[in-house]
């Protein structure tokens, strides 16, 4: 069946450096990818999305690429803060079979940043 | 506009019980979908509802179960507590449910079974 593979964490970075969270999927026909973001105590926002291969999604410094010739959305931004620590789920919804409204999550990548 | 809100927030139960959680969706928004939150399991799709039919289910026993209102407004339901039913249970509304439509989370709802 489908599936969402993240890279394991926690990821410990300092404030400042470069992020990549790796995401890879497995699924028919042509879903679309999304990263959520999870703050302690409160329920996932939507960080970026793209809904065909090669979109690029991006928001508030980040952003992830569609690469459907590597079934990869990884997530990366250029300069993290200690407000980014949190933890990202990769996730799809569609392809040949799931349908829409069902939303399969990777199992989140702790991300914690210091000053 | 108003965000997906979940009632209540925490709840307490033992082992037999039943529960019933609450969702209010973004308003306009038709599509309500469950998930279930555990550290072992991560994040699980436990089903979505679309003009009040159930159209897509996740792979929970049948003690699960939910329905959707005429409002669009839904309950989930579990039977028969167990403790690994202890999780987060995550609310989310789209506009139509679509594969590249946005699901929008609530806060959850904590579920802890004694």
């Known amino acids: 069946g489908d599936s969402v593979t993240q890279m394991e964490g926690p990821v410990t970075l300092s404030e400042e450096a470069f992020l990549t969270i790796n995401c890879t999927y497995t699924?028919?026909?042509?879903?679309?990818l999304f990263w959520y973001v999870q703050y302690p105590g409160e329920g996932l926002q939507l960080l970026l999305k793209?809904?065909?291969?090669?979109d690029k999604g991006s928001n508030k410094g980040f952003e992830a690429t569609y690469r459907k010739e590597t079934t990869s959305f990884h997530l990366e931004k250029g300069s993290v803060q200690v407000s980014d620590s949190a933890v990202y789920f990769c996730a799809l919804s569609g392809g040949g079979n799931n349908q829409g409204g069902k939303l399969i999550f990777g199992q989140g990548t702790e991300l914690s940043v210091k000053p | 506009k108003a965000g997906v809100t979940q009632t209540p927030r925490y709840l307490i139960k033992t082992r037999g019980q039943q529960v019933t959680l609450s969702c209010s969706p973004i308003?306009?928004?038709?599509?309500v979908s469950w998930y279930q939150q555990t550290p072992g399991q991560g994040l699980q799709f436990l089903f979505e509802?679309?003009?009040?039919?159930?159209?897509n289910k996740g792979n929970f026993p049948g003690r699960f179960s939910g329905r959707q209102f005429s409002n669009s407004r839904s309950e989930m339901n579990v039977s028969t507590l167990e403790l690994g039913d202890s999780a987060l249970y995550l609310c989310?509304?789209?506009?139509?449910?679509?594969?590249?439509?946005?699901?929008?989370f609530g806060p959850g709802t904590r579920l802890t079974v004694l």
């Open positions: 699924a028919t026909g042509y879903p679309s």
């Open positions: 989310a509304s789209s506009f139509l449910g679509g594969s590249t439509d946005t699901q929008y």
């Open positions: 509802y679309f003009s009040e039919t159930q159209r």
């Open positions: 308003s306009g928004h038709r599509s």
């Open positions: 793209a809904t065909k291969a090669d």
